[in-house]
């Protein structure tokens, strides 16, 4: 580990986050706090880009021979149609939010997914097992779709997926259904389910500026021991997570998500392991 502070010079191999908008993000705070950590000559910037020039955008990823860029709202699916190669993690989600510039061929992953289930095995119960669990997924969207895939190849008894529009649970479900038992229901049928093991909110309902807002009652489903996760991160404790530490539950916050998404994509990057905590601390001293 080197803590040397490795200025960009004549060699320096540029990185990037490519979104619109893209000014509030903190991954070039966390990924130059772990290039340094690292002692990896190498930069991470924010590049705003508009939909209509993300060809370019990709194209330049290549003519200046990038590592690799992250990928956020709104570009996660259309950058698919000018990579080079879709790994499966990327065809599974049906998005991307890395890109690998492996000697000129741009590969697309999704880490989102496999950073959540990361996230949730480092940051809750030591030896957390999710075999025997049975997960309440609240939402099917973007997000969930990644996460239910992720936790389903950890082979959880159950998934259990509840939407406002219950069609999409219904449509999500079925696929996740292919790999571990998984039902899609409404919101308005959660009060008829019996407790679950673990419940995720991976809507943006919580999320900054309407932080009163929950996205279910947890004493619903919820009780001491049971682990509530939120993939909202700002706040950094959102009401349902709040409403859940008030009965007992253990609370798993959605910044692990992020700093965790991102150390899989270090990790695609580089093929060494990320530094976590150094990520983590450069995150939460920028949002303090
Ligand atoms: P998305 O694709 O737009 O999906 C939004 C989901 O939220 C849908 O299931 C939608 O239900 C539901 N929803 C929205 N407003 C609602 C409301 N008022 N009441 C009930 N349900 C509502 O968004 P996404 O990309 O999945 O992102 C979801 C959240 O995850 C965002 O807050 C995002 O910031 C967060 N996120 C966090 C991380 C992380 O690293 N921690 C990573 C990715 C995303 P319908 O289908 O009925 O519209």
Redesign the pocket.
């Known amino acids: 580990m080197s803590t040397e502070h490795v200025l960009p010079d004549s060699n320096t191999v540029m990185y990037g986050v490519f979104g619109d908008p893209v000014r509030h993000s903190k991954s070039p705070v966390m990924m130059n706090a772990a290039f340094r950590e690292m002692g990896i000559n190498a930069a991470y910037a924010a590049f705003q880009v508009a939909p209509a020039q993300l060809a370019a955008a990709v194209n330049a990823v290549r003519a200046l021979k990038f590592g690799g860029v992250n990928v956020t709202?709104p570009h996660k699916v259309a950058i698919m149609n000018y990579l080079d190669e879709i790994d499966d993690s990327a065809q599974t989600a049906g998005a991307v939010n890395t890109v690998v510039n492996r000697d000129g061929r741009l590969i697309g992953f999704n880490t989102?997914g496999i950073?959540?289930v990361r996230s949730l095995l480092a940051e809750t119960n030591a030896g957390l097992e999710l075999h025997s669990k049975t997960i309440l997924l609240?939402?099917?969207?973007?997000?969930?779709?990644?996460v239910a895939f992720a936790l389903a190849h950890e082979r959880p008894k159950r998934i259990i997926i509840a939407?406002?529009?219950r069609e999409?649970?219904a449509q999500l479900a079925a696929e996740v259904g292919r790999i571990a038992p998984c039902d899609g229901i409404g919101?308005t049928d959660l009060a008829d389910i019996n407790r679950v093991d673990i419940a995720i909110?991976?809507?943006?309902?919580?999320?900054s500026p309407h932080v009163d807002?929950l996205?279910a009652d947890p004493a619903l489903f919820c009780g001491p021991g049971s682990i509530v996760s939120?993939?909202?991160?700002?706040p950094l404790e959102t009401k349902w997570l709040r409403a859940a530490k008030e009965l007992g539950a253990v609370q798993h916050f959605?910044?692990?998500?992020?700093?965790y998404?991102g150390a899989c994509a270090l990790e695609h990057w580089t093929g060494r392991q990320a530094p976590v905590d150094t990520m983590r601390a450069a995150v939460v001293r920028s949002l303090a």
Not at 254 to 259: T, V
């Open positions: 709202i989102d950073g959540y609240i939402g099917a969207g973007g997000a969930a779709r990644g939407n406002r529009t999409k649970a919101l909110n991976t809507t943006s309902v919580g999320m807002d996205p939120d993939l909202v991160y700002n959605g910044l692990g998500m992020f700093i998404q």
